[in-house]
């Protein structure tokens, strides 16, 4: 019986817009993935999970053929998650999408913000497609400001207390409020050995370059598992160096130097 996942991430490109602080820096090729390879990696993923979700770094809506991307998904019966800064929603026409995250923390423009959700509700309107608003739970003077043009968008708020997270704020439309997190550093000074994570449980990243990663914080590709387009995804998920990363979790050990560095396992 193969190994199923709730996701994988798919990097179809590792290029972006804009240049958000709290983003990571991408040291890689910069490269858009080509149709070829994206269906090539549909047909090799397709029985290990039903849900895809394009990013890992980069802006998926840059991609030129991002239209053409969600209907190769769709036609292999895969659902698809984008998580985008919200700047390209025009370029988006193909409604064969589960859900759409906005980050909101991409930029500090409000009004450019209220803008975006305003496109994305018309987009989505008449379809069972949900949108995600995406903000950080630390009460900064933006995240104020997002709260109150919140309030004005959406008649369900009567009040910033019910600005929670999971809030319904219309039909397919929630809201999620999360704590900050930061990508992991190799290079940081500050690291544990114990701590457990959902990567190769939960899910694995697939970078532009067809490298097969264990997590999609894993941004620099620091623990390649193998490459997708020379290894089989089955060999790649057997192979020693992936069974004792999940034999460590299992007992909340750690066994990478880039997972050390990583406060995300510190939740769990």
């Avoid at 929603?89 to 409000?110: A, F, G, P, V």
Wanted: with cysteine; aromatic share 10%.
């Amino acid at each position: 019986m193969k190994k199923r996942f709730k996701k994988i991430y798919i990097e179809i490109t590792n290029i972006c817009n804009l240049s958000c602080s709290f983003c990571a820096p991408n040291n890689r090729k910069k490269e858009y993935m080509n149709l070829d390879d994206f269906n090539y990696i549909l047909s090799q993923i397709k029985e290990y999970t039903d849900y895809i979700y394009l990013h890992v770094k980069g802006e998926p809506l840059m991609h030129p053929n991002i239209n053409e991307i969600i209907d190769l998904a769709h036609q292999n019966g895969l659902f698809v998650n984008i998580t985008t800064n919200g700047t390209l929603i025009d370029m988006l026409y193909n409604k064969n999408i589960r859900q759409i995250n906005y980050s909101m923390q991409s930029t500090k423009d409000i009004k450019k913000i209220r803008q975006t959700i305003r496109k994305m509700r018309n987009f989505i309107k008449d379809t069972n497609i949900y949108l995600s608003l995406r903000i950080w739970s630390e009460q900064s003077k933006k995240n104020i400001s997002l709260k109150k043009m919140l309030l004005e968008e959406f008649e369900s708020i009567n009040s910033i207390d019910e600005i929670k997270d999971k809030k319904k704020l219309d039909i397919n439309i929630f809201l999620s409020i999360e704590q900050e997190f930061k990508w992991p550093d190799i290079d940081s000074n500050i690291e544990t050995t114990e701590g457990y994570c959902y990567g190769l449980k939960d899910h694995i990243a697939i970078l532009v370059d067809g490298t097969v990663v264990p997590c999609c914080l894993d941004n620099n590709g620091d623990i390649a598992l193998g490459n997708i387009y020379y290894d089989n995804i089955k060999d790649i998920l057997e192979s020693k160096k992936a069974l004792k990363i999940i034999e460590g979790f299992q007992n909340r050990k750690i066994e990478e130097s880039l997972c050390k560095k990583c406060n995300y396992k510190d939740r769990f």
